[in-house]
T-cell receptor
Framework: KAGVTQTPRYLIKTRGQQVTLSCSPI?????VSWYQQTPGQGLQFLFE???????NKGNFPGRFSGRQFSNSRSEMNVSTLELGDSALYLC?????????????FGPGTRLTVL | AQTVTQSQPEMSVQEAETVTLSCTYD???????LFWYKQPPSRQMILVIR??????QNATENRFSVNFQKAAKSFSLKISDSQLGDTAMYFC?????????????FGKGTHLIIQP
């Protein structure tokens, strides 16, 4: 079974631009969660999608948004990029997202904002 | 909201030794899940072990075991017979059982270095 894939793996943008990251979950998984990892703040939960609906959202500004498609693939978008958005963005898929279901992580997208 | 604290930013041990990584958490919930994740230099997060709070028995996975003390809100990871491939960042994480509204809440991590 193929693992979680994320594209692109690396991205360089400039302040003010917007960016879209993609995540393809493991086949059969309906929950996709997104996390931001930075040296200062560590790993922080962005949001979770289940069956095309945002079910949970972390404490991030509205510039961070996402969506999920009928095939469970998910995208996250960051508008009006700031230097502080430079981070490793990880997505994780699971069968149902809760009940302690194991979350399988992708390799991440490294975003650099100049 | 839950918080997870890992008090050891970095640890270094010799190969084949046993090492214990500490984790404490704070929650008002009674049912939840605890996890240890490993993140090697490749940045790929890998689940090491999980524990359901309603289970008193400590989870074990080969060389990895936990010491779960629910009353003390402590969840330490013991690695026996450590190997060079165990070198990585280790994150302790918490998830509510009732829907994971906050997703996984992670600690800041412990950088474990296994010396040859």
């Amino acid at each position: 079974k193929a693992g979680v894939t994320q594209t692109p793996r690396y991205l360089i943008k400039t302040r003010g631009q917007q960016v879209t990251l993609s995540c393809s979950p493991i086949s059969g998984h309906r929950s996709v969660s997104w996390y931001q990892q930075t040296p200062g703040q560590g790993l922080q939960f962005l949001f979770e999608y289940f069956s095309e609906t945002q079910r949970n959202k972390g404490n991030f500004p509205g510039r961070f948004s996402g969506r999920q498609f009928s095939n469970s693939r998910s995208e996250m978008n960051v508008s009006t990029l700031e230097l502080g958005d430079s981070a490793l963005y990880l997505c994780a898929s699971s069968l149902a997202g809760w009940g302690g279901n194991e979350q399988f992580f992708g390799p991440g997208t490294r975003l650099t904002v100049l | 909201a839950q918080t997870v604290t890992q008090s050891q930013p970095e640890m270094s041990v010799q190969e084949a030794e046993t090492v214990t990584l500490s984790c404490t958490y704070d929650t008002s919930e009674n049912n939840y899940y605890l996890f240890w994740y490993k993140q090697p230099p490749s940045r790929q997060m890998i689940l090491v072990i999980r524990q359901e709070a309603y289970k008193q028995q400590n989870a074990t996975e080969n060389r990895f075991s936990v010491n779960f003390q629910k009353a003390a809100k402590s969840f330490s990871l013991k690695i026996s017979d450590s190997q060079l491939g165990d070198t990585a960042m280790y994150f302790c994480a918490f998830m509510s059982s009732g829907g994971g509204a906050d997703g996984l809440t992670f600690g800041k991590g412990t950088h474990l270095i296994i010396q040859p």
